[in-house]
């Protein structure tokens, strides 16, 4: 079992910046695929980005160039840096993390982009 802790949404201007973290139960090391998806109302979930334990990252056409996924082993923590911020990014943003064909969802965290 992966226990998942997202933090660090909240409400913010468009054009302005988040960090979204998500705190890992067990090592990250051991978690072959953790990414961060995201889920606006009446919508469908969607991935955002990926980042696998070998350090390759995957980024959605829709936030290439503005967000950044990242870890901090230590901490087994995976970070969301989202830069430029634009009222379409509002959503509900999941981290998902994926160990040997079984998935782990966090429980989500808000995001709003005002315009």
């Known amino acids: 079992q992966v226990q998942l802790v997202e933090s660090g949404g909240g409400l913010v201007q468009a054009g302005g910046s988040l960090r979204l973290s998500c705190a890992a139960s067990r090592s990250i090391f051991s978690l072959n695929v953790m990414g961060w998806y995201r889920q606006a109302p009446g919508k469908e979930r969607d991935l955002v980005a990926t980042l696998t334990s070998g350090g390759l990252t995957y980024y959605t056409d829709p936030v290439k160039g503005r967000f950044t996924i990242s870890r901090d082993n230590a901490k087994s923590t995976v970070y969301l840096q989202m830069n430029n911020l634009k009222p379409e990014d509002t959503a509900v943003y999941y981290c998902?993390?994926?160990?040997?064909?079984?998935?782990?969802w966090g429980q989500g965290t808000q995001v709003t982009v005002s315009s």
């Open positions: 998902k993390a994926t160990r040997w064909g079984s998935d782990y």
